[in-house]
């Protein structure tokens, strides 16, 4: 079993930053891809950025390439998604995932956090 712990969410202007954490418990951390998504209020769950279980790879839609930066540390069990330039559009509650693949389909992961709220005021 893991678990994953998200945290610093928050409230931020527009054209601002945040830095959001993925705590993961248990030994198979290392081994497995991660992914961040995030859902608005009414809209589906959307991709925002995958990593790989070595940190070699990542990806990102379109939406927020250039913006975003997702990174792990696996000594810390922990991944980060730096947001930077943000934007209104970009509220939403954002959750990291656990799965052997870092692919933009939410039903590949196997394990989510409870997600942390992000609010990007204009």
């Known amino acids: 079993q893991v678990q994953l712990v998200e945290s610093g969410g928050g409230l931020v202007q527009a054209g601002g930053s945040l830095r959001l954490s993925c705590a993961a418990s248990?030994?198979?951390?290392?081994?497995?891809?991660m992914g961040w998504f995030r859902q608005a209020p009414g809209k589906d769950r959307e991709f925002v950025a995958g990593i790989s279980w070595s940190g070699s790879s990542t990806n990102y839609p379109d939406s927020v390439k250039g913006r975003f930066t997702i990174s792990r540390d696996n000594a810390k069990n922990t991944v980060y998604l730096q947001m930077n330039s943000l934007k209104p559009e970009d509220t939403a509650v954002y959750y990291c995932a656990l799965g052997p693949r870092a692919t933009l389909y939410s039903s590949h992961y196997l394990y989510w956090g409870q997600g942390t709220q992000v609010t990007v005021s204009s």
């Open positions: 248990g030994r198979t951390f290392s081994s497995y891809a």
